[in-house]
């Protein structure tokens, strides 16, 4: 059987300057081939490298680097990999070329820099490596993908941020559209159908039971150089919503 191992835990906040991103990084092992699911950015390049070594692993390791999107908080790591090929849906890709004037997350040098990379186009129920299936999952991006993974522990699903988070799970609403809102709330019921566990793009893995999220791990985040007491420090918790990017439909 196939396994899932998450590299790097994905984290959803954000803050009136501007937000972290940090997307979850996950590595599928099956009968020897490994393949890791986004590569985060820039500011996680050294944590990445050091979850690797961990597991006795190097850059050199990696067999394929599946992109869930193209947006900057997912790829920017992928020239860490250039032995790898780059998987990739052929819409995210022709779109990351030419991206929509107002998509923040789709910088216009995104598509440039992929195509420096050997690009392997993949889609709909392709399988990577045995028991490893490709699920397309657009409306967060137009190209947006994931992963079937069947493990000991049943079918997994890699959503990327077609499922953001556990809270958009079982409210079935995305917070981030850049493609469709329609198909973006299809897919979050489409990851969720089709897997016993799911891995968001932001949040710890878990399970769906009766109706609640079920997370498989402990929240755990050290956040340094700030106190609680800093002054002009606050913590917000606004109502959850849904922005679509405008122009998304054009």
């Given at each position: 059987m196939a396994t899932v191992d998450v590299l790097l835990r994905g984290f959803?906040?954000?803050?009136?300057?501007?937000?972290?991103?940090?997307?979850?990084?996950?590595?599928?092992?099956?009968?020897?081939?490994?393949?890791?699911?986004?590569t985060a950015h820039v500011g996680r390049r050294r944590e990445l490298?050091?979850?690797?070594?961990?597991?006795?692993?190097?850059?050199a390791s990696i067999d394929a680097?599946?992109?869930?999107?193209?947006?900057?908080?997912?790829v920017q790591n992928f020239d860490r990999f250039p032995q790898a090929p780059l998987l990739l849906h052929p819409r995210e890709?022709?779109?990351?070329?030419a991206p929509h004037e107002n998509d923040w997350a789709t910088p216009r040098w995104t598509g440039v820099a992929i195509e420096t990379h050997r690009i392997q186009e993949v889609s709909e129920g392709e399988e990577?490596?045995?028991?490893?299936?490709?699920?397309?999952?657009?409306?967060?991006?137009?190209?947006?993908?994931g992963l079937l993974v069947e493990t000991e522990a049943g079918t997994a699903c890699i959503a990327g941020d077609a499922v953001h988070s556990g809270p958009v799970a079982t409210s079935g609403e995305p917070p981030l559209v850049f493609g469709s809102l329609s198909q973006a709330?299809?897919?979050?019921?489409?990851?969720?159908?089709?897997?016993?566990?799911?891995?968001?793009g932001h949040d710890r893995p878990f399970r769906?039971?009766?109706?609640?999220?079920?997370?498989?791990?402990?929240?755990?985040?050290?956040?340094?150089?700030?106190?609680?007491?800093?002054?002009?420090?606050?913590?917000?918790?606004?109502?959850a919503s849904t922005w679509v990017m405008p122009g998304a439909a054009e």
């Open positions: 959803s906040f954000s803050t009136d300057a501007g937000r972290p991103a940090f997307c979850a990084v996950t590595l599928v092992e099956s009968r020897g081939r490994r393949i890791l699911v986004d490298s050091a979850a690797l070594a961990e597991r006795g692993l190097s850059e680097v599946l992109m869930t999107h193209a947006h900057w908080d997912h890709r022709g779109y990351a070329s990577l490596a045995s028991g490893v299936h490709v699920i397309e999952l657009p409306g967060h991006s137009v190209g947006s993908i709330k299809e897919s979050v019921a489409r990851a969720v159908s089709a897997a016993d566990v799911i891995y968001p769906i039971t009766d109706g609640a999220v079920d997370y498989l791990e402990p929240f755990a985040l050290t956040i340094t150089n700030l106190t609680p007491d800093r002054e002009g420090l606050r913590f917000e918790t606004p109502a």
